[in-house]
């Protein structure tokens, strides 16, 4: 079935570096794929997603492009903020389901001022 | 507002004492699942909905039920609850022709 592989954390970062989480996956055909971000003490929120090769999701100054030569979608940010600290899941639907999804084990982000 | 609730978000109990976690979508979404989260194993799907009286297992259904018997609600039932059921749980919706899905607050439950 369909799976994904992000980078383990936890990543620590001082504010306005450059950030990348990376995010590998395996999928049948070219599911659309997705990064959630879970604030502290909070549920999963969309973040942002692409759904289709090549096609770069934006977001909050977060961006993902969708690289089916290399089935990557690494998350980047050019300039974190203290806001950004949280938890980062990247995701796609399990095969032969347009809502059903598979997660990483997500990456917590802490960024100190 | 268009939201997923979740009660109670946080409950201690002890061990075989049967509790419920609602969960309750305003978005008329036809599906819904509830996951639990623990470190370092991520999310994992507990048991998911397609639409009313429909139900099915997730990844680890074990020691859960839930019923659907109206399309805003998706209760979660622990029968006979054990400390390894202790985790962080997360009740979600969607279309089912659309992916995003939408996130309840979470509840975290302690069982004793």
């Known amino acids: 079935g369909n799976s994904v592989t992000q980078m383990e954390g936890p990543v620590t970062l001082s504010e306005e570096a450059f950030l990348t989480i990376n995010c590998t996956y395996t999928?049948?055909?070219?599911?659309?794929l997705f990064w959630y971000v879970q604030y502290p003490g909070e549920g999963l929120q969309l973040l942002l997603k692409?759904?289709?090769?090549?096609d770069k999701g934006s977001n909050k100054g977060f961006e993902a492009t969708y690289r089916k030569e290399t089935t990557s979608f690494h998350l980047e940010k050019g300039s974190v903020q203290v806001s950004d600290s949280a938890v980062y899941f990247c995701?796609?639907?399990?095969?032969?389901?347009?809502?059903?999804?598979?997660f990483g084990k997500g990456t917590l982000l802490t960024v100190n001022p | 507002e268009a939201q997923v609730t979740q009660n109670p978000r946080y409950l201690i109990t002890v061990t075989g004492k049967k509790l419920t976690v609602t969960c309750s979508q305003n978005?008329?979404?036809?599906?819904m699942s509830w996951y639990r989260q623990d470190p370092g194993l991520g999310l994992r799907q507990i048991y998911y909905?397609?639409?009313?009286?429909?139900?099915d297992k997730g990844d680890v259904p074990e020691g859960y039920k839930v019923s659907r018997k109206e399309k805003r609600n998706f209760p979660l039932i622990l029968e006979s609850p054990s400390p390894n059921q202790t985790s962080l749980y997360f009740c979600?919706?969607?279309?089912?022709?659309?992916?995003?899905?939408?996130f309840g607050p979470g509840t975290r439950l302690t069982v004793l």
């Open positions: 692409a759904t289709k090769a090549d």
């Open positions: 909905s397609m639409n009313v009286e429909v139900t």
């Open positions: 979600a919706s969607s279309q089912v022709r659309g992916s995003e899905q939408f």
């Open positions: 995701a796609l639907p399990e095969r032969g389901s347009n809502y059903k999804l598979t």
């Open positions: 999928a049948t055909g070219y599911p659309s």
């Open positions: 978005m008329n979404h036809e599906y």
